[in-house]
């Protein structure tokens, strides 16, 4: 407390001694030019002194920003690990079911070649527990001066976002939809509870709780069926190859039959220049495996490369059966007269 607010304080004291209402003391300190702000201030010193109690105060500026970014932060990592457990279930339960729900189609095993959806809840999720514990904690220390109003503009523009998500979800995730609408309405009852009162500590720990299994039971069941992220990414390694001998294939199919369209000379190229490809499939051809190419003459080549896994079948349809290979370093003679598979 400064000088002046002091210098009030004891006038207001004085002021209580001679009889003077709390009224007639502001209207006087007002005429005398002091500040609203201060003599107010002034009075909340007073009380506490003369009554033993800590009365509740707004929070500044500086802590109510503070306050905001953490929900606004809890808010975004909850989103982030909430969407990446729904991805994740979405495609686990895409793998498991025989067929699929609308179309029937029989579905066959494939290797999954993105753990976004496993860094993104190991990541986001114990930040949100963070951001959490942070609000919680700022909230019993505060719970006599605690602005709860810019929380709950916060807490209603969220939800708000998380309808809208919700229904945009229906048309994206077909189905899966469900799992949206599940998660949309834990959200709703958690914050539509906080937003009518206080959280108690014990429920807040039961929440708390339940989420952490849930979490550990997706990664659980995401590592077991996908795999660690180092076989995930020699996985994707393969498709970046198998993109890679898919775009040479089409560029030395359209080139023989574009010469034998317009009768000229028919060869193909000794070597596989890639900055003559546009440069989507430059993009394409930039596999981190190497592969080579070997033309043996009129329309036959051969393109090699090296696999970490055995070919996923359910691809076959969309690169060609005669690209199927095991483990390791594989070959293929191939045709530019044969169309490849779309």
Known sequence: MNAATASLEASIAQAKKDGLTDEDILAQLKAGGRPTRRILLAFLHYYEGAQGITLPAALGWRERAGAAVLSIGAYVSLIAWVAAAIELWALLIWRWLPVDLLTFEVRQPVYTLDVAELATIAVAFPVFLFLSRAIATQVRQRSQRFDSVDRT??????????????????????????????????????????????????????????????????????????????????????????????????????????????????????????????????????????????????????????????????DSGYYGPDLAHGPGRACFTLDARVEPAR
Not at 172 to 193: K, M, T
Not at 276 to 304: H, I, M, N, Q, W
């Open 153 to 314: 503009r916060l807490t209603s523009l969220f939800l708000v976002f998380v309808a809208c998500a919700t229904l945009a979800s229906m048309s994206i995730f077909g189905w899966g939809a469900a799992l949206v609408v599940v998660a949309a309405v834990l959200i709703f009852l958690y914050y539509l509870s906080d937003l009518r009162a206080q959280t108690p500590i014990a429920r807040n720990r039961v929440y708390a709780g339940i989420a952490v299994v849930a979490v550990a039971v997706s990664l659980a069941f995401g590592i077991v069926d996908i795999g660690a992220p180092i076989q995930a990414r020699a996985a994707w390694h393969d498709g970046l190859s198998t993109d890679a001998l898919r775009v040479i294939r089409w560029r030395l199919y359209d080139r023989y039959t574009d010469a034998v369209k317009h009768k000229r000379p028919i060869a193909l190229p000794a070597v596989i220049d890639v900055r003559t490809f546009p440069k989507d499939e430059r993009d394409a051809l930039e596999s981190p495996v190497p592969f080579s190419y070997t033309s043996l003459g009129a329309s036959r080549y051969r393109l090699c490369t090296t696999f970490e896994y055995e070919g996923d079948p359910a």
